[in-house]
Every structure is written in C-alpha cells, then in structure tokens.
C-alpha cells in the first residue's frame, strides 16, 4: 500500500517538475507599500515569442505594466490594474520577432499598509 502511494505522489509530481523547467525566467519580487518597482529580463538574442505571466495574492491593489526594451527606447506592450483581493494575475505576450529587444516589467502596489509579493515567470513558447 506504502509504495503505491508513492508511485501515486511521483506520477502526479512529474507534470509539475516537467513545466518547471520550461520557464525562460521565474522571480519572485516584493514590492514595498505604495511604491512602483521595475524589473529587467535579459532575452535571449535569438528570435522567438514569449508570454510573460504575473500572478499575485497580495491585498492590492496592484497595476501590472510590461514594456519592451529596443536600445533605449521602452514600448508598452500592455496595462492591467487588478482591485482582486488576493487572486491578481496578468498575462501578455512578447514576440521578439528579430531577437534584439529586452522585456521590463513594472509593479506598483497602491496599497499603504502591506507590501506585495508579485511572482513573474517568462515562458518561451513553441
């Protein structure tokens, strides 16, 4: 009985192993109360299309920016403010389309009383 629990476990265990190891960048940032932090990624310099994901449960609320990076030149690519409470997530797709051009995201936490954790994963698509 003991083992077939185990095998139980490990079978459900490895889809979630598997789509770990697909993330181009996974970081988990804490935005402190009533301020706006900017978060850079590197990308590869290959071609290539991308969806970056932020999910927090913090209070909020919270605005989402992801902005691309050519050179000096910043292009907003998309804008969400989240009023949840406790279940906030943005999506949005980055298409490097010649490989040159950085992501940034941008998290600001309008709440004055708690700080949010904000988890941001980068994800190369097929």
Same mark, same amino acid.
């Given at each position: 009985m003991k083992q077939l629990i185990?095998?139980?476990?490990? *079978?459900? =265990?490895?889809?979630? +192993?598997?789509?770990a190891q697909d993330y181009l960048y996974q970081r988990d940032v804490i935005v402190p109360p009533y301020q706006t932090l900017r978060e850079f990624f590197d990308m590869p310099d290959r071609p290539g299309?991308?969806?970056v994901t932020l999910i927090s449960d913090a209070i909020g609320p919270l605005t989402f920016?992801?902005?691309r990076i050519h050179g000096d030149?910043?292009? +907003?690519l998309g804008k969400k403010r989240s009023f949840h409470i406790g279940s906030h997530s @943005?999506?949005?797709?980055f298409n490097n389309v010649?490989?040159?051009?950085?992501? =940034? #995201?941008?998290?600001?936490?309008?709440?004055?009383?708690?700080?949010?954790? #904000? *988890? #941001? @994963?980068? #994800?190369?698509?097929?």
């Open positions: 185990y095998a139980l476990l490990l *079978t459900l =265990m490895l889809p979630l +192993t598997a789509s299309h991308y969806e920016r992801v902005i030149h910043e292009e +907003t @943005f999506q949005q797709a010649h490989g040159e051009d950085d992501v =940034m #995201v941008e998290l600001s936490n309008s709440n004055p009383a708690a700080a949010a954790r #904000v *988890t #941001v @994963f980068v #994800v190369e698509l097929p």
